[in-house]
């Protein structure tokens, strides 16, 4: 009858590892969901005791790997439809079901999809990617904000930023027959290729982006008898020197 989200946190102790890959990841994941213990998705530049993460990431640092978070997605049924529909039918991957996925028999498709890149990418060129992937192959699951001036995106698009927190552990429930997913939350899932080549050349421009997400936005105002915004002015900073 009621959900709490995860508690806001001020005070973080941090565990680091170093896996080269995915395989190495999982076990790792498995270990600390069940502990209660969330992912950063980024580097430290020191270890925390139990004191604020603020100032030790770097948001734009480039990226080994990216995570598909997928909220409630209804154009696609399954993860490996999600994963043909983008691109990426080959490609191996970590799967892990949110919390909110299987309680209470709500099986919306709610998970976490982490996929190691050859090379390491900007997540600026990320975010336009996931924008992009939203734009042309979810449209119909774009909606508005409550303030009806920006997207809300099926496929979160901040995800790909060096100092995003994405949380992992299992649903606590009360009683626990309201978990009713029976399976393991993490898994592994092996295909032909381990790895995905990202790159940004072979997107449109920034500003096309730009214009087809303007342009949606004045579509769905529309159908609420809204009148169309004007588009933005932005700025486009190109990263050269990675370290």
Same mark, same amino acid.
């Given at each position: 009858?009621?959900?709490?989200?995860?508690?806001?946190?001020?005070?973080?102790?941090?565990?680091?590892?170093?896996?080269?890959?995915?395989?190495?990841?999982?076990?790792?994941?498995?270990?600390?969901?069940?502990?209660?213990?969330?992912?950063?998705?980024?580097?430290?530049?020191?270890?925390?005791? $139990?004191?604020?993460? =603020?100032?030790?990431?770097?948001?734009? /640092?480039?990226?080994? $790997?990216?995570?598909?978070?997928?909220?409630?997605?209804?154009?696609?049924?399954?993860?490996?439809?999600?994963?043909?529909?983008?691109?990426?039918?080959?490609?191996?991957?970590?799967?892990?079901?949110?919390?909110?996925?299987?309680?209470?028999?709500?099986?919306?498709?709610?998970?976490?999809?982490?996929?190691?890149?050859?090379?390491? =990418?900007?997540?600026?060129?990320?975010?336009? $990617?996931?924008?992009?992937?939203?734009?042309?192959?979810?449209? /119909?699951?774009?909606?508005?904000?409550?303030?009806?001036?920006?997207?809300?995106?099926?496929?979160?698009?901040?995800?790909?930023?060096?100092?995003?927190?994405?949380?992992?552990?299992?649903?606590?429930?009360?009683?626990?027959?309201?978990?009713?997913?029976?399976? =393991?939350?993490?898994?592994?899932?092996?295909?032909?290729?381990?790895?995905?080549?990202?790159?940004?050349?072979?997107?449109?421009?920034?500003?096309?982006?730009?214009?087809?997400?303007?342009?949606?936005?004045?579509?769905?105002?529309?159908?609420?008898?809204?009148?169309?915004?004007?588009?933005?002015?932005?700025?486009?900073?190109?990263?050269?020197? $990675?370290?």
């Amino acid at each position: 009858t009621s959900k709490e989200p995860y508690p806001n946190a001020y005070e973080f102790k941090s565990h680091s590892y170093s896996p080269k890959t995915l395989k190495d990841l999982e076990p790792l994941m498995r270990t600390h969901a069940a502990k209660g213990h969330c992912l950063l998705k980024g580097e430290l530049d020191s270890e925390l005791n $139990w004191e604020s993460r =603020a100032g030790h990431t770097n948001a734009t /640092k480039p990226t080994e $790997w990216v995570c598909f978070d997928i909220d409630g997605l209804v154009t696609v049924f399954d993860i490996p439809s999600f994963m043909q529909t983008i691109g990426l039918g080959d490609i191996s991957y970590i799967l892990q079901w949110s919390a909110s996925y299987g309680v209470n028999n709500d099986y919306r498709l709610r998970a976490h999809v982490l996929v190691q890149l050859t090379a390491p =990418a900007s997540p600026d060129a990320l975010k336009l $990617w996931l924008k992009h992937l939203n734009l042309t192959h979810f449209s /119909k699951d774009l909606t508005l904000t409550k303030t009806a001036v920006a997207l809300h995106w099926g496929l979160d698009v901040t995800t790909c930023q060096s100092d995003k927190l994405i949380f992992i552990t299992p649903p606590e429930c009360n009683p626990p027959s309201l978990n009713t997913f029976p399976g =393991a939350r993490i898994t592994y899932v092996q295909k032909s290729t381990d790895k995905f080549a990202f790159n940004s050349l072979n997107l449109p421009t920034a500003e096309q982006i730009k214009l087809a997400e303007e342009t949606k936005i004045n579509e769905l105002r529309k159908e609420i008898n809204l009148p169309a915004r004007s588009a933005t002015k932005f700025k486009l900073e190109e990263y050269r020197d $990675w370290e």
